[in-house]
C-alpha cells in the first residue's frame, strides 16, 4: 500500500521523537548539543501547558519521520503565524514525499488556525533542503539575521549582570 499517514504525536512517542532529534541534529553537525531526554519531551510536548506540538508521519505503520512547531506572533499581521522548529524524515524516506506531506499538513493547520505565516529555519549549508523549501513556493529571508540568547549568557543577562 505505500501510504504515508501523518498523525499528532502522543507521549508513548517521546522515545521515539528524541531518537529523531538526535539523529537530525547529527545530520546537521550538533549532535553534542541535544540535551532533551525522554522526560524533558514528555513533559513540554505532552504537559498541561505544553507550548509545542509534535506530528509523527508514518509509511505503512512505520514511523518514518516526524515535525515539532508552535504557533508564533506577528505584530504587523496582528495574527498569529505557524513556526516549524523541526522537521524530519529518515535518510532511506527522504525524496519519497514524506517531508512534503508532513510540510503540507503544517500549512493545513496554519490556515485552519488562520496563521498569517508559516516559517522556519534552514542551515545555509543544506542545500538539498533549500532547493526542496524553494521548489514548494517557500522563499528565503534574507533581509532577517537570526540571534540567540541560551544558557549561562541567558541566566547571566536575566540576572541583570552585563
Known amino acids: ?87 524530519y524524515v529518515t535518510p532511506e524516506q527522504r525524496g519519497s514525499g514524506a517531508g512534503k506531506a508532513l510540510l503540507r499538513h503544517l500549512a493545513r493547520t496554519a490556515v485552519e488556525h488562520d496563521c498569517g505565516r508559516f516559517e522556519w529555519s534552514v542551515l545555509d549549508w543544506n542545500e538539498p533542503a533549500i532547493q526542496f523549501y524553494q521548489s514548494i513556493g517557500a522563499a528565503p529571508q534574507d533581509e532577517w539575521v537570526r540571534y540567540r540568547m541560551a544558557g549561562e549568557t541567558l541566566r547571566a543577562f536575566a540576572a541583570g549582570a552585563d
Open 1 to 87: 500500500m505505500n501510504t504515508i499517514h501523518i498523525r499528532p504525536a502522543v507521549p508513548a512517542d517521546a522515545a521515539l521523537l528524541l531518537g529523531f532529534v538526535s539523529e537530525l541534529a547529527v545530520y546537521e553537525k550538533a549532535g553534542h548539543e541535544v540535551l532533551a531526554s525522554v522526560a524533558d519531551l514528555e513533559r513540554t510536548l505532552f504537559g498541561a501547558d505544553a507550548k509545542a506540538h509534535a506530528l509523527v508521519c508514518e509509511r505503512d505503520g512505520q514511523a518514518i519521520g516526524f515535525a515539532i512547531y508552535f504557533f508564533s506572533y506577528s505584530t504587523w499581521l496582528g495574527r498569529n503565524g505557524l513556526y516549524l522548529e523541526d522537521l
